[in-house]
Every structure is written in structure tokens, then in C-alpha cells.
């Protein structure tokens, strides 16, 4: 069966970076379209970036020129490059896909962006 699982959130000071990871896996990763998600406490879970299998990329307008997303097909795995964080950047991060079997999410990791 499909399956997302991400790492590399961590707690970080306004202005540091992180690098988030969603291994893939029971899809072929290289043909679909790929995206990060992200939910704040007491907000709506809000894209933050998608890449295409052949790697065009879109993103919020609150990431851009923060935030970049990738993608290495050899190893099934979808990152997200966040710098400049801010604290307005905290929130569990999924993985999303939508494959033939329907919406797929990973289980998520915490950013935390504070002082």
C-alpha cells in the first residue's frame, strides 16, 4: 500500500533552516505529482508547495523565495528546504500524494520556529 513517512522536523530560532524528508514508498514515486501541506494549531491544513514528476514546482505565497521543494526519484523521496523560518512557519508538515488508489498522507512532523 502507498506510504509517506517524514522526518527532519525539529525546533528551530526564527531564521534558521530545516530540511524535511517524506520517504515514499508502494506508488510509483517518479510519475506523480508530489506536494507538501502544512496545519497550524487552530488553523486549516494549507498547501505549501507542489513539484510535478517532471519538476516544476509551485509554492504558497507565504514560502516563496523561502522555501524550495525537490524531489529525487531514484530514492522515492520528496524534500522540503525551509530557510528563513519564521514563527509563523510552525505546524505539523505532511506529505501528500494522490495516486490511483486515492489521497495519501504522510503522519507528519512538527516544526517549531521559536526563540
Request: hydrophobic share 30%; proline share 3%.
Amino acid at each position: 500500500q502507498v506510504q509517506l513517512v517524514e522526518s527532519g522536523g525539529d525546533l528551530v530560532q526564527p531564521g534558521g533552516s530545516l530540511r524535511l524528508s517524506c520517504a515514499a514508498s508502494g506508488f510509483t514515486f517518479s510519475r506523480y505529482v508530489m506536494s507538501w501541506y502544512r496545519q497550524a494549531p487552530g488553523k486549516e491544513r494549507e498547501l505549501v508547495a507542489t513539484i510535478t514528476p517532471g519538476g516544476r514546482t509551485n509554492y504558497a505565497d507565504s514560502v516563496k523565495g523561502r522555501f524550495s521543494i525537490s524531489r529525487d526519484n531514484a530514492k522515492n523521496t520528496l524534500y522540503l528546504q525551509m530557510t528563513s523560518l519564521k514563527p509563523e512557519d510552525t505546524a505539523v508538515y505532511y506529505c501528500y500524494a494522490r495516486t490511483l488508489v486515492g489521497d495519501s498522507w504522510g503522519q507528519g512532523t512538527q516544526v517549531t520556529v521559536s526563540s
